[in-house]
C-alpha cells in the first residue's frame, strides 16, 4: 500500500520561505502509476491545491501561487518538496502532500488524490 | 478558475437516512469530477472519482451521478461513521478546485 508522509517546520517567519518533504513508501517515486501533488486547509476552511509534478518532471501551479511555489522531486530519496517563498500570515494551513492517480474510460482521462499524508500544520508568524 | 459550488453547506441527518449532497461547476465540464470525505483532524478521503466510480474500500452506501454541470453524491442509509465533511473536485481543467465542503451532522 502506497504512503505519503509530510515533514518540515511547523513554523515559518513571515517573508521567509516555507519548505516541506513528502517522503513516499510502498512504491517508488518514479512510477508512472502517479503524480505527486501539495494541497493547503487554511485552518476552518476548504481546500486548496498548491502544485503538482508528474512522472515526466513536468510541473504544473496553481496561478493564485505560482509566482511564489517550486515543487521538486528528488527519486534517490523517493521524496518530493514544496518551496513557498515569502509567506505571510495568510499561508498559515495544514499542507498535506499526496499522491494522484490516472483512470482511463469510455468517458475520458480521470486524475484524483487517491493516497494522502496525515498533513502537517505550518504557522507563518514572527 | 472553475468554481464548485455545494449545497447544502451544512446538514443534519439521522443514521439510517438518505441523504444527497450536489455540486454545481462554473463552466462546462466532462467527468472529471472527484468526491472526498474529511473526518475532523483527518486527511480528505477519495471516495468517488470520475462522477460514479467507487474507490477500492470505500462502502457501497455511497454512490456518485450527473453530468456537467450539476453532480450529485448520495449516502443510501447513513451511518454513524458517515457524520463529516464531504468535498467535490473537479479536475478538467487546471488549477484543479474544490468544493466549500458540506458538513454532515448528527440530528
Same mark, same amino acid.
Given at each position: ?64 501561487? =505560482? ?9 534517490? =530519496? ?49 | ?12 441527518? %439521522? ?14 465540464? !466532462? ?24 474507490? %477500492? ?5 455511497? %454512490?456518485?451521478?450527473? %453530468? ?22 473537479? !479536475? ?16
Amino acid at each position: 500500500q502506497l504512503q505519503v508522509q509530510e515533514s518540515g517546520p511547523g513554523l515559518v517567519r513571515p517573508s521567509e520561505t516555507l519548505s516541506l518533504t513528502c517522503t513516499v513508501s510502498g512504491g517508488p517515486l518514479n512510477s508512472s502509476r502517479y503524480y505527486w501533488a501539495w494541497i493547503r486547509q487554511p485552518p476552518g476552511e476548504g481546500l486548496e491545491w498548491i502544485g503538482s509534478i508528474y512522472y515526466s518532471g513536468s510541473t504544473y501551479y496553481n496561478p493564485s501561487l =505560482k509566482s511564489r511555489v517550486t515543487v521538486s522531486r528528488d527519486t534517490s =530519496k523517493n521524496q518530493f518538496s514544496l518551496n513557498l517563498d515569502s509567506v505571510t500570515a495568510a499561508d498559515t494551513a495544514v499542507y498535506y502532500c499526496a499522491a494522484g492517480a490516472f483512470s482511463f474510460g469510455v468517458s475520458g482521462y480521470f486524475e484524483y488524490f487517491q493516497h494522502w499524508g496525515q498533513g502537517t500544520l505550518v504557522t507563518a508568524a514572527s | 478558475d472553475i468554481q464548485m459550488t455545494q449545497s447544502p453547506s451544512s446538514l443534519s441527518a %439521522s443514521v439510517g437516512d438518505r441523504v444527497f449532497i450536489t455540486c454545481r461547476a462554473s463552466q462546462s465540464i !466532462t467527468s472529471c469530477l472527484n468526491w472526498y470525505q474529511q473526518k475532523p483532524g483527518k486527511a480528505p478521503q477519495l471516495l468517488i472519482y470520475a462522477v460514479s466510480l467507487l474507490q %477500492s474500500g470505500a462502502p457501497s452506501r455511497f %454512490s456518485g451521478s450527473g %453530468s456537467g454541470p450539476d453532480f450529485t453524491l448520495t449516502i443510501s442509509s447513513l451511518q454513524r461513521e458517515d457524520f463529516a465533511t464531504y468535498y467535490c473536485q473537479q !479536475t478538467c481543467r487546471i488549477p484543479t478546485t474544490f468544493g466549500q465542503g458540506t458538513k454532515l451532522e448528527l440530528k
